[in-house]
C-alpha cells in the first residue's frame, strides 16, 4: 500500500543554519506530494506541494523536489529562524476505493531552532 | 476570510459522555474530514466526507459519528463507545478532484476526565 516515511525528531538547529527534513514514499501511479507545517497548539498549514516529477514546490524559503526515480520529497531551508520551530508532516495524495482521494501522512518531525 | 472553524478550542467532558465537535468551512468545498492526532502518530483518518448526505470511514472510525446534511458543517460525535477520546481533533476540507489539497482548521483539544 502507499505509505511515507519521514526522519524522526526532534530536529535542533541554530539560528542561520540549513535544514534538511527527509521524506520518502512508496505509491502506485502518480500522486501529489506536500509538506505541511503545525505551530504548537494550531491546525497544520499547507507550506507547499509538487503534483508531479521534477516539480519544486517552494514558499516562505522552504523548497522541495518531487523526485520519482528515488521516490523522495526532501524539505530544505538556507537558513532557519526561530519563528520555523515547528512539527513539518511530509504526506501524499492517494486514490482510493470508490475514487475517493485521500492523505497519506508521515509521522512527522519537530524542529526546534534556538537562537 | 474564507476558512475553516472549530469549536471549541478546548473541551472538557466526564467519562461516559458523548460530545459533539463543530466544524464549518465558508471555502464552498466539497469534501471534508476528520482526524486525529496524538503525540508521536501523526495524523490518523476518522472519517471523511466527499458529497452531502455521503460520509465513510477512515481508519479509526469505532467510537466516532459524523453527519454531512449541509456542505458546510461536519459535525464529530465522539461516542462513550470510544475508548480513549483524549486527543487533538482537526477537520479539514478540500476540493474534489484538486488534487487532494486540504486545508486545516485550528483543532479542538477534547480532554475526558
Known amino acids: 500500500g502507499n505509505s511515507v516515511t519521514q526522519m524522526e525528531g526532534p530536529v535542533t538547529l541554530s539560528e542561520e543554519a540549513f535544514l534538511t527534513i527527509n521524506c520518502t514514499y512508496t505509491?502506485?501511479?502518480?500522486?501529489?506530494l506536500f509538506w505541511y507545517v503545525q505551530y504548537p497548539g494550531e491546525g497544520l498549514q499547507l507550506l507547499l506541494k509538487?503534483?508531479?516529477a521534477d516539480d519544486k514546490g517552494s514558499n516562505k524559503g522552504f523548497e522541495a523536489t518531487y523526485r520519482k526515480e528515488t521516490t523522495s520529497f526532501h524539505l530544505e531551508k538556507g537558513s532557519v529562524q526561530v519563528s520555523d520551530s515547528a512539527v513539518y508532516f511530509c504526506a501524499l495524495s492517494s486514490l482510493s476505493a470508490g475514487n475517493n482521494r485521500k492523505l497519506i501522512w508521515g509521522l512527522g518531525t519537530s524542529l526546534a531552532v534556538n537562537p | 476570510d474564507g476558512g475553516i472553524t472549530q469549536s471549541p478550542k478546548y473541551l472538557f467532558r466526564k467519562e461516559g459522555q458523548n460530545v459533539t465537535l463543530s466544524c464549518e468551512q465558508n471555502?464552498?468545498?466539497?469534501?471534508m474530514y476528520w482526524y486525529r492526532q496524538d503525540p508521536g502518530q501523526g495524523l490518523r483518518l476518522i472519517y471523511y466526507?466527499?458529497?452531502?448526505?455521503?460520509?465513510q470511514k477512515g481508519d479509526i472510525a469505532e467510537g466516532y459519528s459524523v453527519s454531512r446534511e449541509k456542505k458546510e458543517s461536519f459535525p464529530l460525535t465522539v461516542t462513550s463507545a470510544q475508548k480513549n477520546p483524549t486527543a487533538f481533533y482537526l477537520c479539514?476540507?478540500?476540493?474534489?478532484?484538486?488534487?487532494?489539497?486540504?486545508?486545516f482548521g485550528p483543532g479542538t483539544r477534547l480532554t475526558v476526565l
Open positions: 471555502l464552498n468545498h466539497d469534501a
Open positions: 479539514a476540507s478540500s476540493i474534489t478532484g484538486q488534487g487532494g489539497t486540504q486545508y
Open positions: 466526507s466527499q458529497i452531502v448526505n455521503d460520509f
Open positions: 505509491a502506485t501511479g502518480y500522486p501529489s
Open positions: 509538487a503534483t508531479k
